[in-house]
Every structure is written in structure tokens, then in C-alpha cells.
């Protein structure tokens, strides 16, 4: 199957993601002060994107296995991957926009703005891909769809680490 070994390595990468997403919790709640809100949404993205990225690289094997052709197998593992994303971008806006994450100082429209886009863009793309415009529903595209997931948990991830300074009485960001 085309991509077999981008999309291991996209695994093995999630899985060390969500790992540290374990070891962020671990440190933020050892500190005296809690989760802000904004915590609680970075660490939820991150977990969300870094497991629904092992999920969907694990899903294209999956359907080739039962059966599926090549073409049928990228359009519906495009199609998952697009609801998985319309999803998540609807639960993480409507929670961004809560007062208690908008009003704390940490919060950052912009980076919410470029991972917005990314998203946005990649929802685009896993879409043509879908209906077979540019793209013969094929793998590039949704590997790409794959990236966009592990470039926003990896934002969260950094930004998360500024939880951990604030913790333990150093500089945030």
C-alpha cells in the first residue's frame, strides 16, 4: 500500500506526543496554582490531535487489510479525518471563546489564527481529495491532513511547557 512507512512513522511520532502529553500533566500538577482554563484547552488539543493523528495513520491499513481499493481507501479515510477535524475545530472555538480562556493573559488570538488556518487549509485539501478534484483520492493529500494534526499538537506541546515555568516560578513564554 502507497505511504505504508510515512504512516508508521506518523504513529510512532503520535504516540511519543501523547506521551508527553502525560508527562506535562504530571509536572502541571505538581504546582500549587492549578490549570487556567487555557491549560485545560492546550492540554485537550494536544491529547485530541495527537491521538486522532495515531488513530487516522493506523486507519488507511486498516481498510486496505479489509479489502478496499487504494482509491476507496483515501476517500474514506480523507472523509473520517475531515469530520474528525470539523469536529475538534468546532469544540476547540466554541471553548477558546469562553471568558476564562479569551481573558487570560497567556491566551494568544494569533496562534490560535495560524493554527486556525492550518486547519482550515487541510480541511480544504482532504475535501478536493474527497471529491476527486486535483487530487485522485490519494495519499498525498491526506498526509498532509496527518502533519496538520501533529503540527498542532506539537504548538500545544510548546505552549504547554510555559504552564510548567509559570509552575514552578519561572518566566512564562
Not at 44 to 60: E, H
Amino acid at each position: 500500500m502507497e505511504g505504508q512507512s510515512a504512516l508508521e512513522i506518523v504513529a510512532e511520532v503520535s504516540v511519543a506526543l501523547a506521551g508527553f502529553t502525560g508527562v506535562v500533566a504530571a509536572f502541571g500538577s505538581r504546582g500549587g496554582r492549578g490549570w487556567t482554563a487555557l491549560d485545560v484547552l492546550r492540554f485537550k488539543m494536544m491529547l485530541g490531535t495527537s491521538l486522532g493523528a495515531l488513530l487516522f495513520s493506523l486507519l488507511p491499513m486498516a481498510l486496505h487489510h479489509l479489502g478496499l481499493t487504494e482509491s476507496t481507501t483515501w476517500a474514506t479515510s480523507s472523509a473520517l479525518l475531515l469530520l474528525f477535524l470539523v469536529g475538534n475545530a468546532v469544540r476547540d472555538v466554541r471553548f477558546s471563546r469562553t471568558p476564562e480562556v479569551r481573558d487570560d493573559p497567556a491566551f494568544s488570538p494569533l496562534l490560535g489564527q495560524i493554527v486556525g488556518a492550518i486547519m482550515i487549509a487541510t480541511t480544504v485539501l482532504l475535501t478536493l481529495n474527497l471529491i476527486g478534484v486535483g487530487y485522485e483520492r490519494e495519499f498525498g493529500p491526506y498526509l498532509a491532513g496527518l502533519l496538520a494534526l501533529l503540527v498542532a499538537s506539537t504548538i500545544m506541546f510548546v505552549r504547554l511547557l510555559s504552564f510548567i515555568g509559570r509552575e514552578q516560578g519561572g518566566a512564562a513564554e
